[in-house]
């Protein structure tokens, strides 16, 4: 082999590594529809993280090699209209515009108990102060880059694309279903898939027993409907610890679990993070 060849492998050698160690933090699916992630790599290499704000929260950003992504959720709720973050970094304040695309999502038809649809004024009220604590978990916001975000099942069993359906209730229209549900017998262990610290468990009107993760950087992810609740607010969880069991708490039509992940207050599709 000749010197110069010798030379060229010993180049790639450096090179291939080199290249897997800049750009190797694993990013979710990139879909800028509603209920989707936008991914922004932005054009500063400083060592200071940079703000983003997306409509008035604070929006994800993290470091993947030499690069700085934003990670912004597109509420169901967006328009299609271009969307605009703020961007404050060390040479200033800057806006980035982006498209929203369309995606229909389709209706989905559920029979449950009268009541769980025509609330009563006691219900009404109590689903009011569970609003202000769900509001007050998704917007938790610790400075700490998520692990990954590719994120594994909380538990085996079959992913329904249910994400953002519009949902008719014993007839009557009802909010788009906000998560994924992950069919699994009652008892089924619920593993975090992702360190993270627990912002709040609690029995739910509609969420049943529940359990709130703070992941980092405004990454809050929600497991509903369980039958048990292992774990406390303020717990540390590392990835694959059991935070509950599945069950059918709260509005349920079986046992399942309901998972809700929320990117600066928006809910996204967990699909766009599950490993392919
Ligand atoms: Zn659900």
Redesign the pocket.
């Known amino acids: 082999m000749s010197f110069g060849r010798l030379a060229a492998l010993a180049v790639a050698a450096w090179l291939i590594p080199f290249a897997a160690r800049a750009a190797s933090y694993a990013l979710p699916h990139e879909a800028a529809v509603p209920g989707g992630v936008k991914l922004l790599r932005l054009d500063y290499k400083g060592r200071v993280m940079p703000a983003v704000d997306v409509e008035g929260q604070r929006a994800m950003v993290v470091q993947d090699g030499e690069d700085w992504v934003a990670v912004i959720g597109i509420p169901l709720s967006a328009p299609l209209a271009p969307r605009a973050v703020v961007v404050h970094d060390a040479d200033g304040r800057h806006e980035i515009a982006f498209a929203v695309g369309d995606k229909r999502y389709a209706s989905q038809s559920l029979k449950v108990a009268p009541r769980q649809v025509d609330l009563s004024a006691q219900d009404l009220a109590r689903v009011g102060r569970e609003r202000v604590i769900i509001d007050a978990a998704l917007s938790r916001w610790s400075n700490v880059q998520p692990e990954s975000l590719r994120l594994p099942q909380p538990v085996p069993g079959v992913r329904s694309s249910?994400f953002g359906m519009r949902r008719i209730f014993n007839g009557e229209s009802r909010n788009p279903?906000t998560?994924?549900?992950i069919a699994a017998p009652t008892g089924t262990p619920v593993l975090a898939p992702l360190a993270g610290t627990v912002v709040d468990t609690g029995e739910f009107f509609f969420n049943g027993n529940t359990v709130f993760v703070d992941h980092g950087r405004g990454l809050i992810s929600m497991y509903?409907h369980l039958s048990a609740i292992d774990v406390k607010p303020g717990q540390h969880l590392a990835a694959g610890t059991r935070l509950g069991l599945v069950g059918m708490t709260g509005r349920a039509t079986g046992p399942?679990l309901?998972w809700g992940l929320s990117l600066n207050r928006a809910w996204v599709d967990p699909e766009l993070f599950v490993p392919d």
């Open positions: 249910s279903h998560g994924m549900d509903c399942h309901h």
